[in-house]
Structure formats: structure tokens, C-alpha cells
């Protein structure tokens, strides 16, 4: 009897040391992170920032349980500026593309090979990389090409221009060319968004027992304007519509022209709305697998709301109570929605520490413990993120440069925000100045009353970029009309 009891002393004990060190394991497991990048998603485009006729029930728990940046800006005003900002840790006054610069037949001006980006560093720490949508930052076999760029695995949209099309007559999966048949000529077989998030599950479920970072940058809801038929129909007959012509044969019909459609009001909810239940499986997914605890989601948007393809940002409201839409450097531009859910490291509520996607490079290396080792123009909100806000740092200003639409320039330092425009046609434009925190709309221009601040704003604008010459190029063909 004495000697059983010993023995399952014994037992109990190698027990407790095996539990132990299984927690001490999990506790020092690098986290999974998850980062969704919508597309042309505005500011109020989602319930838990006031939407009232779209419903993003996912997103919204997401916000719930998570943390809400109020103040947190996109890279640019437009797709490829804004990623190459997020990859690259720097702004657009120093990051390599600043533009959406077309190169022919397929895909945009490349990243080059002497930036390092988000997914190259974090493959040095031993994680899996994926990115799953729309790339945008180098033709395919381009030194700018995904997987080229530290990407593991890529499937979606190489090409911003063919992105514009949801029914595509092809879509990469990493050098592949994925032909679909289904969509040949005026067919609509297959909407690429619903491929793309199988794959997207796909990953995660192929890489549940390493460390990954999952880049999920979808094309919804940038136009056109088109949904499967199982999420029009809940909407058809709830709005009055105006129907948008669009491009329905020729040589850009679904190679960047938008298809006509009948409902457009309709088809951006339906759109909205997968993008939530996309959301919802991607969360769903993580659970089932047991990783939910140990990932970290980001959901964010590229910038502001666009007006293309017939859609209708002033009838949704989706730039909320801000200035501006995409293309624009005020508010509604620039500033998105960003949520960060980290169950049981990140308490749920909201901050106001002001952040740029430049930030997230930065915050991600410290995240898995490989801090950057070279200069970039990001902060890491890391300790906004677990709650210690005594030690985080501050961006003196957040810089913007847009080269299109005659050029322009903002800064947002502190609650004053800097706008200039039409720098390509004026050696030395006016600077537009307001006070966020009285005027968040933008709508006075306070600038006559401070000229001290209109002289450091000015200053600044000229010392925080450094010249691009492919961007010279691109500039002249802006100006030529091409």
C-alpha cells in the first residue's frame, strides 16, 4: 500500500511538472498574426464606427472584443502607395512606390530588392508567410513579385487594374497562372473572392502547428460593384438604385474595366456582407483548430471610400463624420477603421494614440522578437496594444504625399493637420490648416490666423521626402494625359 502510495506521489508529480512546463511552452509560443487589409473600405463603412444600413456583426465583435484605434491612418489615398507603405515601414515621402504606376501588360512598378520588407523579416524569425487578394507591388516574375518579397505562398490578383474585375479569367497562385474556364468570354463562374478564401482557410489550416503571418489584402468592396446571386438577392428591392453603365465587351472588359450594374446600392451591401462572413470564418477557422488564443487579427482598411463603378459613399455615409474620400489627403481619405483582437492579451475598448500603417512593420517585429534592425519611419504600437500606454512612443507627424490630381501633400502633427495641393502646377501652393480636435471635418481653414504653424507645417513638407525619379516618369505621363 505504501508503495503505491509512493508511486502515485511520483506520478502526480512528474504530472504537475509536465503541465508545467506544456503552460511554460504555450506561454512563450511566438503568436500567429492575422492581417485584413479591405479595399476602399471607409471610415464609417462598419457598424461599430455608426454604420446603420450595412450590418458587419463579425467585424463588430472583433471590435468589441478587441481594441478600436480611432485615430489610425492608411499608408496613401489609393492601393499601391498605401501597401508599399505597409510593407516597407516608411512613408510615402521615402517608400519606393507612391503611386499606382502601371506596367504592361499585368501589374504595377515593382518593390525593389533593396527594401526589406514585413514579410522577409518575419521569415528570418521562422515564420510561415501567406498573402491572399490583391498584391499590387510588382508584375508577376518582377523583383517586386510576392514571392520575391519574402511570401511563401500568394494566391489572388497580382495586378491592381485586373483586381477591378470579380469574375477573372485568371489568378495567380505563386508563379501559377490559375486559368478559370468558367469565366472565359462573358461567363461568370467563378467570383474570385469566394477562391481566394478557401485558400486563404487553406493556409491556415496547412500551417496550424508553426508560427505564420497571414496577409489577407481582399479586393472587396473596391468596385465594380458585383455579388454571387445568394447575397444580391437579400438586397435587391431595398434601395432606390440608379443604374451604372460600366464596361460589359471590349478590350478592358474584365481586365480593369468595370461590368455594368442594374443595382448598385444593392450589390456594395452584399459585398460589405461577405466580407464580414469571410471574417467571421477566418475566426471561425482559428477556433476550430484551437489557435484563437495565440492570434493576433488586425482589420483595417487602404484608405478612404472610393466612387467608382456606381457606388454611392454619400447615401451610406461611409466616410462618416469625415472630410474627403479616396484620392483625397483630408480625413475621409486617409483615416480607416482599424481594429486589433488578441483574445486574453488585449482588453477590449478604444484608443486615440494616433498611428499610420507604417507602424504595423515596426509592431510586428516586436511582436515576435526580432526588433528592426534598419532605419524606417514606423513606431510600434505594441504597448498601446497590452495596455502600457506610459511607455509608448509618439510620431512627432505623420507625412502624406499623393502624386496625382496635380499633387499633394498633409501632415497631421498632434491635432493640427496640413493640407497642400496642386504642387505639379504651383512652385509654391498654399497650405490649407486646421485643428482636428474643434474642426474634425475639416471645414475651416484656420491657416491666415497661424502663420507660425503654416511655416514649420511648410518646413516640414519639404524636408520629409526624398526624390523618386521613376515617379518624375509617372508624373509626366499623369500630365500628358496617359
Not at 521615402?94 to 502601371?102: D, Q
Request: a negative charge; charged letters at 20%; glycine letters at 10%.
Amino acid at each position: 500500500m505504501k508503495s503505491f502510495f509512493n508511486l502515485a506521489v511520483i506520478f502526480l508529480i512528474l504530472s504537475v511538472i509536465a503541465c508545467g512546463e506544456k503552460a511554460e511552452e504555450q506561454a512563450v509560443k511566438p503568436p500567429n498574426i492575422i492581417y485584413i487589409l479591405a479595399d476602399d473600405l471607409g471610415y464609417g463603412d462598419v457598424g461599430f464606427q455608426g454604420q446603420e444600413i450595412i450590418k458587419t456583426p463579425n467585424i463588430d465583435r472583433l471590435a468589441k472584443e478587441g481594441l478600436v484605434f480611432t485615430q489610425h491612418y492608411s499608408g496613401s489615398t489609393v492601393c499601391a502607395p498605401s501597401r508599399s507603405t505597409l510593407v516597407s515601414g516608411l512613408h510615402t515621402g521615402r517608400a519606393p512606390v507612391r503611386g499606382n504606376y502601371e506596367i504592361q501588360p499585368e501589374g504595377q512598378y515593382p518593390l525593389p530588392d533593396s527594401v526589406k520588407t514585413i514579410f522577409e523579416h518575419v521569415k528570418e524569425a521562422g515564420y510561415a508567410t501567406g498573402a491572399f487578394g490583391k498584391w499590387g507591388l510588382g508584375y508577376p516574375r518582377s523583383e517586386g513579385d510576392p514571392n520575391n518579397q519574402g511570401v511563401d505562398v500568394f494566391y489572388g490578383y497580382n495586378c491592381q487594374r485586373i483586381g477591378h474585375n470579380y469574375y477573372p479569367f485568371h489568378l495567380w497562385h505563386n508563379q501559377d497562372s490559375i486559368v478559370f474556364a468558367e469565366n472565359a468570354g462573358t461567363n461568370l463562374g467563378v467570383y474570385g473572392p469566394e477562391v481566394i478564401h478557401r485558400e486563404t482557410l487553406k493556409f491556415i489550416e496547412d500551417h496550424q502547428d508553426r508560427p505564420f503571418f497571414l496577409y489577407v489584402p481582399t479586393i472587396i468592396p473596391h468596385a465594380e460593384l458585383i455579388a454571387p446571386d445568394a447575397y444580391m438577392e437579400k438586397h435587391l428591392g431595398r434601395f432606390e438604385e440608379t443604374p451604372w453603365k460600366g464596361v460589359d465587351e471590349g478590350p478592358t472588359y474584365k481586365i480593369g474595366g468595370y461590368m455594368s450594374q442594374e443595382n448598385p446600392r444593392a450589390a456594395f451591401v452584399a459585398m460589405v456582407e461577405m466580407l464580414d462572413e469571410q471574417v467571421g470564418e477566418i475566426v471561425a477557422k482559428l477556433e476550430e483548430l484551437g489557435l484563437r488564443e495565440n492570434t493576433l487579427i488586425i482589420f483595417t482598411s487602404d484608405n478612404g471610400p472610393h466612387r467608382e463603378g456606381g457606388a454611392d459613399p454619400v447615401f451610406f455615409n461611409s466616410n462618416g463624420p469625415l472630410r474627403g474620400f479616396k484620392r483625397d489627403l483630408y480625413e475621409g481619405g486617409i483615416r480607416v477603421p482599424m481594429v486589433a483582437n488578441w483574445p486574453g492579451r488585449i482588453t477590449p475598448g478604444s484608443t486615440d494614440h494616433i498611428s499610420a500603417f507604417w507602424d504595423v512593420y515596426p509592431t510586428v517585429a516586436e511582436l515576435i522578437g526580432r526588433p528592426v534592425d534598419h532605419n524606417m519611419d514606423g513606431i510600434s504600437f505594441v504597448p498601446t496594444l497590452l495596455g502600457e500606454n506610459e511607455r509608448q512612443e509618439q510620431h512627432p507627424y505623420l507625412y502624406w504625399e499623393f502624386i496625382e490630381q496635380g499633387g499633394k501633400q498633409a501632415i497631421r502633427m498632434g491635432d493640427w493637420k496640413a493640407v497642400r495641393l496642386n504642387l505639379n502646377r504651383d512652385d509654391d501652393p498654399p497650405i490649407e490648416l486646421y485643428n482636428l480636435a474643434d474642426d474634425l471635418g475639416e471645414t475651416q481653414d484656420i491657416a491666415v490666423d497661424h502663420p507660425d504653424m503654416v511655416a514649420q507645417m511648410k518646413e516640414l513638407m519639404r524636408t520629409s521626402r526624398i526624390a523618386n525619379p521613376v515617379f518624375k516618369l509617372y508624373l509626366s505621363e499623369i500630365n500628358q494625359g496617359n
